[in-house]
């Protein structure tokens, strides 16, 4: 069982800036697709965004499109999101995930290894 451990997380104002970064404890990449996910309390988990190692393509959700940016270091196993302007709505704990098993690559479902989260909170 891969181990992801999520960091970064912190308090910001909005309109501030966190890089997450989720290290692994062994080389995931040939599963290909990570990706972060945040659930806010009281809401459902959601994708944020995700990476195919393979060819470096994304994908993102409506909200992080334009203000989030997930990449990857296959060198360090690392995966990062950095987070611009941020605003209170993205408030959350946000995990990262490995083991694409299929499907959309922003549905929680299509991930079967998950880390422990790393809360964000961002105030006015």
């Known amino acids: 069982q891969v181990q992801l451990v999520e960091s970064g997380g912190g308090s910001v104002q909005d309109g501030g800036s966190l890089r997450l970064s989720c290290a692994t404890s062994?080389?995931?990449?040939?599963?290909?697709?990570m990706g972060w996910f945040r659930q806010a309390p009281g809401k459902e988990r959601e994708g944020v965004a995700a990476?195919?190692?393979?060819?470096?393509?994304?994908y993102y959700s409506d909200s992080a499109r334009g203000r989030f940016t997930i990449s990857q270091d296959s060198a360090k196993n690392t995966l990062y999101l950095q987070m611009n302007s941020l605003k209170p709505e993205d408030t959350a704990t946000y995990y990262c995930?490995?083991?694409?098993?299929?499907?959309?690559?922003?549905?929680?479902?299509?991930?079967?290894?998950w880390g422990q989260g790393t809360q964000v909170t961002v105030s006015l």
């Open positions: 995930a490995a083991h694409f098993v299929g499907g959309n690559p922003l549905r929680p479902g299509g991930f079967n290894s």
């Open positions: 062994e080389y995931t990449w040939p599963n290909k697709l």
């Open positions: 990476i195919n190692a393979a060819n470096n393509a994304t």
